[in-house]
T-cell receptor, first 112, second 111 residues
Framework: EDQVTQSPEALRLQEGESSSLNCSYT??????LFWYRQDPGKGPEFLFTLYSAGEEKEKERLKATLTKKESFLHITAPKPEDSATYLCAVQAYGGSQGNLIFGKGTKLSVKP | EPEVTQTPSHQVTQMGQEVILRCVPI?????FYWYRQILGQKVEFLVS????????KSEIFDDQFSVERPDGSNFTLKIRSTKLEDSAMYFC?????????FGPGTRLTVL
């Protein structure tokens, strides 16, 4: 069964304190791995897509990396506005139109 | 910047009533999806829709659910007879390339 596990469930950082979020996945064949940001009561906001092991994507203070079994979202010198829940999702081969399988997310709090 | 919109933002209904949740996908996208998120739980796939028909559906999407694209812009999710356990956030998403873009959601509360 395809599944996604994210850790930690919650992470509290001080402003400027860099860290990483983990997403491990089990999927029959990976078509793509996606990172989203979700603010309370809002829809997921697209951040990155990764397709193959070794790939990296960067956007401001965020960098996403991918291996054959997991992905990391690195947050460098976070600010309070980075506080949100970060969702990881995979798209597997076999799903006919690309439905996403989500993890539970990591709730990030950044204190000033 | 184009975005997915959803109405209403919050719907309160009585158990057993029918509800219709509405979405306007990004205009040049061809693939449409509904997901739901029960409070405190993960986002779950319900159904995908392409070329005016359902492409794939999950176990959650039973006979009480239906989807429709009644015109060139709207995409709707109907729940025929709501249950308490249907209370959740419902997200519409659309896809042009490989990324899915989500709407802000409709919070459905079934009393």
């Amino acid at each position: 069964e395809d599944q996604v596990t994210q850790s930690p469930e919650a992470l509290r950082l001080q402003e400027g304190e860099s860290s990483s979020l983990n997403c491990s996945y089990t999927v029959s064949g990976l078509r793509g791995l996606f990172w989203y940001r979700q603010d309370p009561g809002k829809g997921p906001e697209f951040l990155f897509t990764l397709y193959s092991a070794g790939e990296e994507k960067e956007k401001e203070r965020l960098k996403a990396t991918l291996t054959k079994k997991e992905s990391f979202l690195h947050i460098t010198a976070p600010k309070p506005e980075d506080s949100a829940t970060y969702l990881c999702a995979v798209q597997a081969y076999g799903g006919s139109q690309g439905n996403l399988i989500f993890g539970k997310g990591t709730k990030l709090s950044v204190k000033p | 910047e184009p975005e997915v919109t959803q109405t209403p933002s919050h719907q309160v209904t009585q158990m057993g009533q029918e509800v219709i949740l509405r979405c306007v996908p990004i205009s040049n996208h061809l693939y449409f999806y509904w997901y739901r998120q029960i409070l405190g739980q993960k986002v779950e796939f319900l159904v995908s829709f392409y070329n005016n028909e359902i492409s794939e559906k999950s176990e959650i999407f039973d006979d009480q659910f239906s989807v429709e694209r009644p015109d060139g812009s709207n995409f709707t999710l109907k729940i025929r007879s709501t249950k308490l356990e249907d209370s959740a956030m419902y997200f519409c998403a659309s896809r042009g390339g490989s990324e899915q873009f989500f709407g802000p959601g409709t919070r459905l509360t079934v009393l």
